[in-house]
Structures are given as structure tokens and as C-alpha cells.
């Protein structure tokens, strides 16, 4: 499954990283990177926890990268 994160830096320098598809889904790392492993360590639990529960989960993204020449 696939989904879309945002990562931001807080003013600390640690690294916030969460998923707009999932409410709360939230982690953070020193670096980008740790940011990265740890965000798909709590999405993973959070949609075990949904599956448990019998929770919809939200459906995996696809995307398509379009180049337009202006």
C-alpha cells in the first residue's frame, strides 16, 4: 500500500513526518530518513489497528507525474 506523507522540520530540527490519510498518524526522526522508517512503522500499526477494530482504511494512492512544457 502507498501512501502520501508530509515532512517538515520543527523549529528544534527534529523531523515531523505524518499521513493526511490517516488522522493522527503522526511520527518523528533526528533526520529525514529516521522520519521515513518511523512513519511507516506507525502507519503499519495504525492500519493493523483499523483492521481490528473492523475500521474502513483508507483506500492506497496512486499517482501519475505529468511534465508540461509552458
Given at each position: 500500500?502507498?501512501?502520501r506523507?508530509?515532512?517538515?522540520?520543527?523549529e528544534n530540527?527534529i523531523?515531523?513526518?505524518e499521513?493526511?490519510?490517516l488522522?493522527g498518524c503522526?511520527?518523528q526522526g533526528k533526520?529525514?530518513?529516521?522520519?521515513?522508517v518511523?512513519?511507516?512503522d506507525?502507519?503499519?500499526?495504525?492500519?493493523?489497528s483499523l483492521?481490528?477494530?473492523?475500521?474502513?482504511?483508507?483506500?492506497?494512492?496512486?499517482e501519475?507525474?505529468?511534465?508540461?512544457?509552458a
Amino acid at each position: 500500500m502507498k501512501y502520501r506523507i508530509i515532512i517538515e522540520p520543527d523549529e528544534n530540527g527534529i523531523f515531523i513526518a505524518e499521513c493526511p490519510a490517516l488522522p493522527g498518524c503522526i511520527s518523528q526522526g533526528k533526520t529525514r530518513h529516521e522520519a521515513i522508517v518511523n512513519i511507516k512503522d506507525a502507519i503499519q500499526g495504525y492500519i493493523e489497528s483499523l483492521r481490528k477494530h473492523d475500521d474502513y482504511i483508507p483506500p492506497s494512492i496512486e499517482e501519475e507525474i505529468v511534465e508540461v512544457v509552458a
